[in-house]
């Protein structure tokens, strides 16, 4: 990324910008501008010249015009879940989406319209009282347009695809700063490229979806095993993925237990290992797949949980509220072969003597379904041929473990890279080009540079996984 200048943005500036303008333009010297900059990673410590709290689609496109005309990088802030937190431009302009938060939903439709601000939890509210959802990730404070724009993975993605498939119309502003229309009528070649292709186009300030019927239950299953048995329950589970109901998304999990009341005594805190799956759906159906579970080997201990959808939905939240130093590494794998499951087990780890307080922790998410059956050319998203995705994640609170504690997560990505066929742009962290590479294939990545050229020729929109112009 090119280091740019803060720009002078001059009182009188400021003052043009604040005419007419919806929502509240910020300064660092004014009350609220430190709370706007805080964003999830903790390590991210930046200051924008101009925080711009949108109120509108038109504050939006003002504040874009503001910034391209001092030349201020631009940095779109939703839900601020990004790891880089790329939101936030030094010395640059945030344009903030976060008073956008209204969700409209038309039961009878089944479709959702959802303002470029919201998050997940907006969503899922508005849509269960009608028993619909459509595909969104599993942290509820997780903005809606940097997950759906970079493709997606939720719970429901198995039955009904990624949250980008289940976009049926978006309102974008531009570079130039003009508000359009995206759809397979309007704009496709912005429609196919904000589909998986990241904030590289504009700033969304609205999603259309199409919503499922998917009543308000679902259930959790979780087996936990020692790392002795571990290996041969993986590859158990692996198997299963392929007959597995299309209502389970299949979780593993491995990394150091913690003080929790299901695990016996002798093995809290202790390295361990679990699989299991989530349903979405009546959950006495759910049930019948953790006998095919327990088949594998006799667990530790199991968790096996009824609740709503909307409790699903917000079961992580608290531990993402934190305000904690995060990091993470992640993957596609087209096949899981024993090799890689050893190396998933071993967490980074040559000797097996790591210190287990600076280990990451990380898991295995199943794709395939419907995700699979989406034509690999009808969106910009990438790699539906996947079996898993794997992310290691690092969270922590002392700033003198930043070095070891990333680098631990490398090193576990590093064991798994082998085995890789891809990696999730959501999942990217600090690759820069090469992991675009990796994200997308050259024939799609040559299509969004081509793409970008058309959209954004001078590369305004660039703090984000950046495509440049063709």
């Given at each position: 990324m090119v280091e740019r200048p803060a720009a002078d943005t001059g009182n009188q500036g400021v003052a043009q910008l604040r005419q007419g303008f919806e929502g509240q333009v910020l300064l660092p010297d004014q009350d609220g501008y430190d709370q706007a900059r805080r964003v999830w990673n903790a390590i991210v410590?930046?200051?924008?010249?101009?925080?711009a709290r949108c109120g509108s689609p038109s504050d939006v496109a003002a504040a874009v015009r503001f910034a391209v005309d001092r030349d201020l990088e631009i940095g779109v802030r939703c839900g601020g879940h990004s790891v880089l937190g790329l939101s936030v431009p030094e010395g640059g302009l945030m344009v903030d989406l976060s008073l956008l938060r209204s969700v409209r939903v038309d039961p009878d439709r089944r479709r959702a319209?959802?303002?470029?601000?919201?998050?997940?939890?907006?969503?899922?509210?508005?849509?269960?009282p009608f028993g619909l959802a459509t595909t969104s990730g599993n942290v509820s404070d997780t903005g809606v347009g940097g997950l759906t724009l970079g493709g997606g993975m939720g719970w429901l993605a198995r039955q009904f695809g990624l949250a980008c498939d289940n976009v049926t119309r978006l309102q974008v502003v531009t570079a130039d700063g003009e508000l359009v229309a995206a759809s397979e009528e309007e704009n496709p070649d912005l429609f196919w490229g904000l589909r998986g292709g990241g904030g590289n186009f504009g700033?969304?300030?609205?999603?259309?979806?199409?919503?499922?019927?998917?009543?308000?239950?679902?259930?959790?299953a979780e087996l936990f095993y020692t790392l002795a048995d571990a290996p041969r329950v993986l590859r158990g589970w692996r198997d299963l993925i392929a007959e597995a109901p299309r209502q389970a998304t299949l979780t593993a999990w491995t990394g150091t237990a913690g003080d929790w009341p299901v695990l016996p005594v002798e093995h809290r805190f202790s390295p361990l290992a679990s699989v299991g799956y989530i349903w979405v759906g009546q959950p006495d159906q759910g049930r019948d797949f953790?006998?095919?579970?327990?088949?594998?080997?006799?667990?530790?201990?199991?968790?096996?949980?009824?609740?709503?959808?909307?409790?699903?939905?917000?079961?992580?939240?608290?531990?993402?509220?934190q305000p904690m130093r995060r990091y993470w590494k992640g993957h596609y794998l087209r096949e899981l072969p024993d090799e890689a499951i050893e190396a998933f087990l071993a967490r980074g780890q040559a000797d097996g003597n790591g210190d287990l307080e600076l280990l990451p922790y990380g898991g295995f998410q199943s794709y395939r379904g419907a995700i699979a059956e989406v034509?690999?050319?009808?969106?910009?998203?990438?790699?539906?041929?996947?079996?898993?995705?794997?992310?290691?994640?690092?969270?922590?609170?002392?700033?003198?473990?930043?070095?070891?504690?990333?680098?631990?997560?490398?090193?576990?990505?590093?064991?798994?890279?082998?085995f890789a066929s891809g990696v999730y742009v959501n999942d990217l962290a600090d690759e820069g080009e090469e992991g675009v590479r990796r994200a997308y294939s050259p024939q799609k990545l040559a299509r969004l540079a081509a793409?970008?050229?058309s959209y954004d020729p001078d590369n305004r929109f660039h703090l984000n996984h950046n495509i440049r112009p063709g």
């Open positions: 410590d930046r200051r924008p010249a101009v925080i319209s959802v303002a470029g601000g919201a998050v997940l939890g907006d969503l899922d509210r508005a849509s269960q700033v969304v300030t609205e999603f259309e979806f199409e919503l499922h019927p998917v009543g308000t239950a679902a259930l959790i953790v006998r095919e579970l327990g088949k594998l080997a006799r667990p530790l201990a199991e968790r096996v949980e009824e609740l709503t959808y909307l409790e699903l939905q917000t079961i992580d939240d608290a531990k993402h509220r034509g690999e050319d009808e969106t910009a998203f990438s790699h539906r041929d996947a079996l898993v995705e794997f992310v290691a994640v690092a969270a922590w609170t002392d700033p003198a473990e930043d070095e070891a504690r990333m680098s631990a997560a490398r090193r576990w990505a590093g064991a798994i890279e082998p793409l970008k050229r």
